[in-house]
């Protein structure tokens, strides 16, 4: 299935139910997630390899064809470790499909963290405001059978933070 030129809105809650639901058997903790204007602001616990409660803020600082880079700031609580160093240790516990870049940069790949539900996605702009993101979309390819697939085996969630 093929869907051209179209605006996705995405509320706060959907998108916290799906941090939660990865994070659920892994090392992390979501304690909040709110949508504010021009960023997403995340409070949680994380367990391994040492416990932090960071409060992050990421910022869209742009879309290119299937990723969705955000930059990251805010504070660990762990006194003089900066986010680079904390990203750089934390990122081979990333899901599929998310990656650090290096800079206070996270990098999303929609195709590769889509688990094959999503492909030639091109995507257009990204556009947080309080309550919802909205992803504007050039093109998007939806694979049923793998929806069919998902939807069979809902309870068995790939990827997530470990």
């Known amino acids: 299935m093929i869907i051209e030129g179209t605006r996705i809105?995405?509320?706060?809650?959907?998108?916290r139910d799906?941090?939660?639901?990865?994070?659920r058997n892994g090392d992390?903790?979501?304690r909040e997630l709110r949508l504010l204007e021009g960023g997403i602001y995340l409070d949680a616990a994380?367990?391994?390899?040492m416990v932090l409660n960071p409060r992050l803020?990421?910022?869209?600082?742009?879309?290119?064809?299937?990723?969705?880079r955000f930059r990251v700031s805010g504070?660990?609580?762990?006194?003089?470790?900066?986010?680079?160093?904390?990203?750089?240790?934390?990122?081979?516990r990333f899901p599929p499909g998310v990656a650090y870049m290096g800079s206070s940069t996270v990098d999303v790949d929609l195709e590769v963290a889509g688990t094959g539900v999503l492909s030639?996605?091109?995507l257009a702009g990204i556009t947080v405001s309080p309550g919802e993101l909205l992803l504007d979309v050039n093109r998007v390819a939806v694979s049923s059978l793998a929806i069919v697939n998902w939807l069979a085996n809902k309870d068995d969630i790939a990827g997530g933070l470990h």
């Open 57 to 68: 803020q990421l910022e869209p600082m742009g879309v290119y064809r299937s990723h969705l």
């Open 120 to 122: 030639a996605v091109d």
């Open 46 to 49: 994380v367990r391994s390899p």
């Open 18 to 23: 799906a941090v939660t639901a990865l994070t």
């Open 28 to 30: 992390v903790q979501l």
């Open 9 to 15: 809105r995405i509320s706060e809650g959907e998108i």
């Open 75 to 92: 504070q660990l609580g762990l006194g003089p470790l900066s986010i680079d160093m904390a990203l750089g240790m934390m990122s081979s």
